[in-house]
Every structure is written in structure tokens, then in C-alpha cells.
């Protein structure tokens, strides 16, 4: 059983910066980040495995990056450049065995943390 506590959402202007984070007991092969918006599908943003490989959605590539700090057992996503268009509540998600940005292929997703970006 993994168990993830999402942190670090928040609201900020356009072209500002935040980090999420997300704690994490248990193990897990692959880690996540998705997202979704009122009235849209929940969407992959980033993945990482356990050796250390990423996947980084088109939408978010060159300006959000995914990362472990595998001693604090803690995922995080620092986001740059935040455009209005990444409103969402962002979620984090493990247990997947081939590590591709697919909700459905993720098996324990954290509660979600709200991000508001303001134009």
C-alpha cells in the first residue's frame, strides 16, 4: 500500500513559480504528476521511475520539471512559467507499472493540491 500527501499549490500570476510536493510511504516503481481542470479529463503532466527516467507532457516541456529526492521519499514538480492555461488541481499518483503519462495505468493518487495562475 503506497499512501501520497500532496503540498505546494497555491495561486499566482502568470509567469510566476511554484514547487509541489508530495510525500510518499511505500514503494513504488514509477511517480506522477496529473491534472485536471473543471470540466476536462484528468491529463499526464510528468512521471518518473525508480531509475530515475521522465516523461514530460508537450504542454508543460521546457517549463515544468519532475524530480525525487528518493531520502525524503518526497516527488516534487517545479513549475516555471506558469500560464493561466495550467489551472488545475494537480495530483500525485504512483504504482503504475510502465511509467507513461496514463491515469488509468496508476493504481494510488494522493488528494490533490489546487493551482490558480491569474493573468
Known amino acids: 500500500q503506497v499512501q501520497l500527501v500532496e503540498s505546494g499549490g497555491g495561486s499566482v500570476q502568470a509567469g510566476g513559480t511554484l514547487r509541489l510536493s508530495c510525500a510518499r510511504s511505500?514503494?513504488?516503481?514509477?511517480m506522477g504528476w496529473f491534472r485536471q481542470a473543471p470540466g476536462k479529463e484528468r491529463e499526464g503532466v510528468a512521471t518518473i521511475s525508480s531509475d530515475g527516467s521522465t516523461s514530460v507532457a508537450e504542454s508543460v516541456k521546457g517549463r515544468f520539471a519532475i524530480s525525487t529526492d528518493n531520502a525524503k521519499n518526497t516527488l516534487y514538480l517545479q513549475m516555471n512559467s506558469l500560464k493561466p492555461d495550467d489551472t488545475a488541481m494537480y495530483y500525485c499518483?504512483?504504482?503504475?507499472?510502465?511509467?507513461?503519462?496514463?491515469?488509468?495505468?496508476?493504481?494510488?493518487w494522493g488528494q490533490g493540491t489546487q493551482v490558480t495562475v491569474s493573468s
Open positions: 511505500g514503494y513504488t516503481y514509477c
Open positions: 499518483a504512483a504504482g503504475a507499472l510502465w511509467c507513461r503519462l496514463r491515469a488509468y495505468e496508476f493504481t494510488y
